[in-house]
């Protein structure tokens, strides 16, 4: 899919920053608002339908953008996934930790990706800072603290910590890859007895790190900075500032002397930038995720922990006390029928379906399928994108790479002459499957073989011996009987893919591909 047609809902107060957006990136569809005057003047400025909320679910648009008051973001997410339509909401992703939940599981369950506007992941400020964190310039974390201050826009349907603090939560938690264990808040109502316009969050880490956010709408000028304190160094992401000083990066040290800490100030270096915005950024991220079936940077499970923090938060206004948070959020889908035993490491994406059991020790990549009556382990690694049909079993030993599928009811085997009142754990023979094979329906993998990268394997037949890269393999025993291209296409005669146009030749009995000079040969 290479231009997505993508609809906008919500064309007011920053919905018109989104419809400018995505019409400057030449994918407008058509918007929506419930002010139809609103939608009439977007449509018109940039030359798209302006439509009902029926009709644009009905419609052939791609991806739905919602911009609408946070109290609408549930339903309407839940409608546009339901529709089969690619989702990007504006924060927070509900009002209700269990509907974003469920919204998290929609999402899994229909195949559509799902994204949450929190556009301070994108700019390039932060995507430097994190760049420089993971380089280990900072050292190890220890502190971190946001303020976001201005006076007004003040609102009557959610309280200051929900209207500034999710962009806040989402950079602290992108920062300390993980939930707090403690949530604590403070604040004050002044202009409405109902309404906090100013709040303090804290929050600790169980890696040690602590972190506050500071917000107020009752403040005399505007302030958006975020200060994250390592034990090797120091830095400053302050959006008031122009592109040049947004990040400041302070190699300050401390010293010991005579049993006391003592400081050692370092120049500061102000980290170059590239010039964008933020929210363009953004909005190309959501295009790509449906053009490249990617994971958003900010997908459902981040923005349903975001929303975690701020329900304890909440809880913590309102009760005066410190909220736990202990309860993780899995960033992949498990049917309620299935089974995941502790100590397996599941990918972000993958979804596994009724009645199938990963037994402990396995490893599973990400966006991978594990459909119904599956069984996978103990110690089984699979790769990415793999997709493992009905009535499978994966025992230990067996290695997928990325991109495999498994036909239905096909059979690996792990021991070569199996007794049942004979104990064989040390003889299990390993079987590795490469990458982008095909093993077709009720076929049979005898262990200690090795099938290679792109082979497809016939429906019903039996493998008693390594298999070549791009190999077709029919029968009992299974033979040789032909190639396949990296698509999976049969090759005729002239050994050229004939969905992709990629040619081959074969040399020393093994499948190659040309190279596009034609002056060199690559393995397939």
């Known amino acids: 899919m290479l231009n997505p047609k993508i609809s906008v809902i919500g064309c007011g107060y920053w919905g018109k920053n989104l419809v400018r957006n995505f019409a400057e990136l030449g994918v407008l569809h058509s918007v929506c608002d419930a002010n139809q005057e609103l939608a009439k003047q977007a449509a018109q400025t940039y030359d798209v339908a302006s439509l009902s909320l029926e009709e644009l679910l009905k419609s052939n648009c791609d991806g739905v953008v919602i911009a609408a008051p946070a109290a609408q973001h549930y339903e309407l997410t839940k409608a546009s996934l339901n529709a089969g339509k690619y989702v990007f909401v504006e924060k ?232 736990s948070l202990n309860a993780q959020i899995k960033p992949y889908y498990v049917h309620e029928t299935a089974i995941v035993d502790g100590g397996c490491d599941i990918g972000r994406g993958t979804k596994i379906w009724h009645f199938s059991h990963i037994i402990k020790g396995t490893k599973i990549g990400e966006d ?24 499978v079993s994966l025992y230990k030993g067996v290695t997928l790479e990325d991109g495999v599928f498994c036909g239905p009811s096909c059979v690996f085997t792990n021991v070569h002459n199996p007794r049942a009142e004979i104990e064989r754990k040390d003889e299990y023979r390993p079987t590795l499957v490469e990458r982008g094979v095909t093993i077709g329906a009720n076929a049979t993998i005898v262990c200690g073989n090795k099938l290679g990268a792109y082979s497809l394997i016939g429906a019903g037949a039996v493998i008693t011996r390594d298999v070549k890269p791009h190999a077709v393999m029919v029968g009992n025993p299974a033979k040789h009987i032909g190639w396949v291209s990296h698509a999976g296409e049969k090759l005729g005669d002239n050994l050229v893919c004939p969905r992709e146009g990629r040619r081959y030749q074969v040399i020393d009995e093994n499948l190659k591909e040309i190279s596009k000079n034609d002056t060199a040969t690559k393995t397939a």
């Open 92 to 323: 927070p992703l509900s009002l209700k930790v269990e509907e974003a939940q469920k919204l998290c599981d929609l999402s899994m369950q229909v195949g559509r990706k799902l994204m949450v506007g929190h556009l301070l992941q994108y700019h390039p400020a932060f995507l430097e800072l994190k760049s420089l964190i993971q380089k280990g310039n900072l050292g190890r974390l220890q502190y971190i603290y946001s303020n976001r201050l201005n006076l007004g826009k003040f609102r009557n349907e959610e309280n200051i910590l929900w209207s500034f603090a999710p962009h806040d939560i989402s950079m602290i938690l992108g920062l300390a890859a993980d939930l707090p264990e403690s949530v604590y808040a403070t604040g004050a109502c002044h202009l409405n007895p109902r309404i906090h316009d100013v709040t303090t969050t804290h929050m600790s880490f169980k890696n040690g790190i602590e972190a506050h956010i500071f917000v107020s709408w009752l403040h005399p000028y505007k302030e958006q900075k975020l200060v994250v304190v390592g034990d090797c160094g120091m830095a400053v992401f302050d959006d008031g500032l122009p592109w040049g000083e947004k990040l400041k990066l302070y190699p300050h040290q401390v010293t010991w002397i005579d049993g006391l800490p003592q400081p050692e100030k370092a120049d500061v270096i102000h980290v170059p930038l590239e010039v964008s915005e933020p929210l363009k950024i953004e909005c190309q991220h959501f295009i790509d995720c449906i053009t490249q079936n990617q994971n958003p940077r900010t997908d459902g499970a981040e923005g349903l922990r975001v929303l975690q923090v701020l329900d304890a938060a909440q809880q913590s206004l309102h009760t005066h006390q410190a909220v």
């Open 368 to 391: 991978c399928v594990i459909a119904q009556n599956v069984m996978i382990g103990p110690d089984v690694v699979m790769g990415n994108r793999c997709k493992i049909q009905n009535n």
